[in-house]
């Protein structure tokens, strides 16, 4: 499974846009790239999944280079309840491959 | 059914004794998952479900542990013989067998084991 490197943590005021890069350098053809937030105590919770190139939903974008080496997850407009820790998987959207790999993820603070 | 539901949310235990886990998953999802997460860790793969079948399990899954899911549909995690250690919250998620569209997650059961 390819393994993800993203910053430990970021900083940001309230109403900036944020954007977090992941690196998955040995990302295999059938791999998608999907990103997760999680609160305290809380269970992680889907924000987006991309193959290529851009995807947009009412939460976060999604930027895949050509390469798809990396990606960026932005959040426009943060606000305080944005603060949470976000984290980028890579795995096989279709087939047997199983499980889900966290790493450590980015823990995300916004201030006012 | 709204998500994947956890049962209980806290668990306190005292060491040696056994506890024991639910999931119900949403319905239509044939796949399971448990993870177990510490403070400041990202949640760690234990072991997954497509329907009954428990196709992974990860080598934290020491013998003490036990995971099942007898008619594909809900899921019980079993720790017998608790140990310190192994105070966590362990969460639980499902998803379509393609995995399109990410999984969805309970919001999990904190043990304590004193």
């Known amino acids: 499974l390819a393994k993800t490197t993203q910053p430990i943590s970021m900083d940001s005021y309230e109403g900036q846009e944020v954007n977090i890069t992941c690196s998955h350098n040995?990302?295999?053809?059938?791999?998608?790239i999907t990103w997760y937030q999680q609160f305290p105590s809380q269970g992680p919770r889907f924000i987006i999944q991309?193959?290529?190139t851009k995807v947009t939903n009412e939460v976060a974008s999604l930027f895949i280079p050509a390469d798809r080496k990396s990606s960026t997850l932005s959040l426009p407009r943060v606000s305080l309840s944005d603060t949470a820790v976000y984290y980028c998987?890579?795995?096989?959207?279709?087939?047997?491959?199983?499980?889900?790999?966290f790493g450590t993820g980015t823990r995300l603070q916004v201030t006012l | 059914d709204t998500g994947v539901s956890q049962n209980p949310r806290h668990k306190i235990t005292k060491r040696g004794q056994n506890v024991t886990f639910r999931c119900d998953p949403i319905?239509?999802?044939?796949?399971l998952y448990w993870y177990r997460q510490t403070l400041g860790q990202g949640p760690e793969f234990l072991t997954y479900?497509?329907?009954?079948?428990?196709?992974?399990k990860s080598r934290l899954l020491s013998d003490r542990f036990s995971a099942e899911r007898p008619k594909g549909s809900f899921s019980t995690l079993e720790i017998q013989r608790t140990e310190q250690g192994d105070s966590a919250m362990y969460l639980c998620?499902?998803?379509?067998?393609?995995?399109?569209?990410?999984?969805?997650f309970g919001q999990g059961t904190r043990l304590t084991v004193v």
């Open positions: 998620a499902s998803s379509p067998s393609n995995q399109q569209g990410g999984a969805f």
């Open positions: 040995n990302i295999a053809t059938n791999d998608y």
């Open positions: 991309g193959y290529k």
């Open positions: 998987l890579v795995g096989d959207g279709t087939g047997t491959a199983s499980k889900l790999t």
């Open positions: 319905s239509e999802h044939n796949r």
């Open positions: 479900f497509q329907n009954e079948a428990q196709l992974e």
